[in-house]
């Protein structure tokens, strides 16, 4: 799949679209998911144009995954969730309903969480 730059976190990114901000570096912009799941939701994507964890992994440089990795490690820790304890999940694709084309990763937390899948 090619990377489509009108897709909605592209848009955030570029300010076209206005989000809750939660952390800003140079690779990366975190904000709370528009549609939480968990008393703690937040999402972290890369400045680049990355359709996903697999497009991600395959082409973003070393330097880049480094920077990007530790934005997300500041975010939880920024958003008070370390020591509670988070999930980060990241959906590939149609099987794991991926909605938006632009790789993110969710930043889950604030109370037990249960199992990995309902
Ligand atoms: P995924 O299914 O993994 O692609 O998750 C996409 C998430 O993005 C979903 O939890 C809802 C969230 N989302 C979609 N549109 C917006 C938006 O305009 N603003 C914010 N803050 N979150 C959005």
Do not use: W
């Not at 939701?41 to 697999?54: C, I, N, Q």
């Not at 995954?65 to 980060?88: D, H």
């Not at 990763?105 to 990995?116: E, N, V």
Request: net charge negative; charged share 20%; glycine share 8%.
């Amino acid at each position: 799949m090619s990377y489509d730059n009108q897709n909605i976190f592209a848009k955030i990114i570029r300010g076209e679209i206005p989000c809750k901000r939660v952390y800003e570096d140079e690779f990366a912009l975190a904000f709370h998911d528009i549609q939480p799941e968990a008393p703690t939701h937040v999402l972290v994507v890369p400045k680049g144009d990355f359709v996903s964890f697999d497009d991600f992994t395959q082409k973003a440089s070393s330097e880049f995954m480094v920077g990007y990795f530790s934005a997300v490690q500041k975010t939880a820790a920024l958003i008070g969730v370390v020591e509670g304890g988070y999930r980060i999940i990241s959906n590939h694709g149609a099987d794991a309903s991926q909605s938006v084309p632009h790789f993110h990763m969710h930043i889950l937390g604030g109370k037990p969480l249960g199992k990995l899948l309902p």
